[in-house]
């Protein structure tokens, strides 16, 4: 398993993960990791579940806790890998 992070975020920073444009859910970022070429977002949402959500056509939005946000990243494999 190859751990790494999106580029300037932070553990525990506050994300909303869309799936194909729908909202999927939100929680707090923890890590990007890979296992036999599948990327996969690790986050925790608000009920505190660890969650692992493939990177394969999701949106993560990067939510500051003033209510604005740094960035919306589409990711696809190729951008992670």
């Known amino acids: 398993m190859l751990k790494y992070h999106f580029p300037n975020v ?3 920073e506050l994300i909303n993960i869309y799936s194909y444009g729908d909202f999927k859910g939100q929680g ?6 890979k296992i036999e070429n599948q990327s996969f ?3 925790r949402n ?3 579940n660890k ?3 493939n990177l394969e ?3 993560v939005e990067i939510i500051n806790t003033n209510n604005t946000y740094n960035q919306s ?3 696809d494999r190729k951008s992670v890998v």
């Open 73 to 75: 990243q589409n990711v």
């Open 57 to 59: 056509s999701i949106s």
């Open 46 to 48: 608000d009920k505190g």
């Open 41 to 43: 977002l690790f986050w």
């Open 10 to 12: 932070c553990e525990d």
């Open 51 to 53: 969650i692992y959500t």
């Open 28 to 33: 707090k970022y923890i890590c990007l990791f």
